[in-house]
């Protein structure tokens, strides 16, 4: 049952994003702007309803030489680097590896008669997630930005309802890049031992390493120790993120401000 809620859950959240980032229509209402589509560097100059205004665009509208067969959608530049951040995370590759090809069955699990080849051959390409951790970095500080932006309507400072949703928004995701396994070697200076005499740093009297990299690699393990439940509460957040921006985009509710 757990395989199966689980291919049904990522097949869900990511459909729906999937379509929302593809259409690029209501994913903005000033202030805020959907993270299907944010940051945008460029965005249609007319034809999509909804869509970021030409003046919060990094480069402006699209070019002439965009071809005509491909949507005019901002997902295209920067914010795909979260599918591939997500794709290649240790915590969704176990997991949709189980749910869809039944393989490797979990320890001491008794599963399915198939020879399991670990991640070999085609599959060495996940190797690429220490680098989408860079995109997924700079992608975290662009959500930050356009979060604390949503304070901000006309230059007039207040907060709306859309706004709290979108610094949630950026905080979830966070809580989930600091559980990252690739960033907590990063930050633990991709030591493997700290208490080896290499590593370098001293002990103090209990024998805990004094290398300020520990005490990173310790802040990341809180993390790290929730990251299928930030992992899952991130991914839904974002889709609810992107799903008020649409009905306030719409028109279908109100959103409530000091504006
Ligand atoms: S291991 Fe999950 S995001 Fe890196």
Redesign the pocket.
Known sequence: MQPAATACGLLLLFGYLTVRAFSGTYVWYDPYISPAVAPALFTPASGYPGAVPVAHAWLGAFPAWWPAFLPQTPAFFIPWMALA??FT????RGAYYKAVALTPPSCAVRGPARRYRGETMLLLFQNL?RYT?YGALFLIVCLWWEGLSAFFRDGQFGVGVGTIVMIVNAALLSA??L?????RHLVGGRLDCFSCPHAGGGRDDAGVSRLPAYALWRSSTWFNER?LLF?WCSLVWVVLTDFYIYLVATGTIFDRSTW
Not at 89 to 92: F, L, Q, T, V
Not at 179 to 183: F, K, V
């Open positions: 951040f997500r995370c240790y915590y969704y997630h951790l989930y890049i559980g990252c396994h690739s960033w990251h992992a």
